[in-house]
């Protein structure tokens, strides 16, 4: 039995998991989400939210050694969380994440990708303390496999994501590099390129990166393929 802490993507909060958590249940192990400040039911005011905000919580909801499996923009938090306090993660694993590269932004890496498939429908509020997304390019982009339902709490839950965050480099140390780092890829992503996942994964041990026919959304389109594949990563992880 493992210990997973799932830790959400832009805009998205602690919701996403809700068909993921039973699913790892249902394999004998236990699962927890959270909000990180400013996000789901966290009313951290957004200018007051930080990358070193969101490493700080989760690290602050760790109490045994846990798998942290971090979806898209939250690579950076998973990885600066291990940069902070390594002490309870036993790994790190990247859902269709960004995987930092020491000294770079989430912005940077963004804009230095292949493709822009987010061009056009990220908004910027009047503050310019966070931006959201056009709801009319949502399921195009984050859930074109999901089925109605996921669809319509997407609708009614997604929140503005902080920009501060996304704009702060990494400088990578072994306090992260050297934990047991994998890559879940999904091939039918539409909102971070297929082809840069794998650039980002080249340099994780061939065995530690795998795939999904999945949308960036496969949470809520093959949860409980993910889920056997997060039971299969907590497998390798335990003593022979």
Known sequence: MAEFLLIHGSG???????RVIPA????????????????GRDRTPLDQVTLDSYAAAITGALRVPTILVGHSMAGY???????????????LVYLCAYAPRSGLS????????PRQ??????????TRTAFGFDPDAVNDLFYHDCDAEAQALAALCLSPQPIVP?????????????????YIRCTQDRTIP??????????FPPDHHTTLPSSHSPF?????????????????????
């Not at 938090?77 to 790994?91: E, N």
């Not at 498939?117 to 009047?126: S, T, Y």
């Not at 297929?194 to 340099?203: F, G, L």
């Not at 056997?228 to 907590?234: D, G, T, V």
């Open 194 to 203: 297929p082809e840069y996942q794998q650039v980002m994964a080249a340099d």
């Open 12 to 18: 998205h909060g602690a919701w996403c998991w809700h």
């Open 24 to 39: 790892l249940e249902r394999l004998g192990h236990n699962a927890r989400a959270i909000d990180l400040p400013g996000h």
């Open 77 to 91: 938090p998973i990885t600066a969380a291990a940069q902070r306090d390594a002490s309870q993660i036993a790994a």
């Open 106 to 113: 989430l912005a940077d890496m963004r804009r230095a990708g």
């Open 166 to 182: 996304q704009e702060t480099a990494l400088t990578l140390t072994a306090q992260s590099q050297s934990l047991p780092r994998h």
């Open 220 to 240: 809520f389109s093959m949860p409980d393929r993910l889920a056997q594949r997060l039971s299969e990563i907590a497998q390798g992880l335990s003593p022979a």
């Open 117 to 126: 498939p987010l061009a056009g429908a990220i908004r910027v509020d009047e």
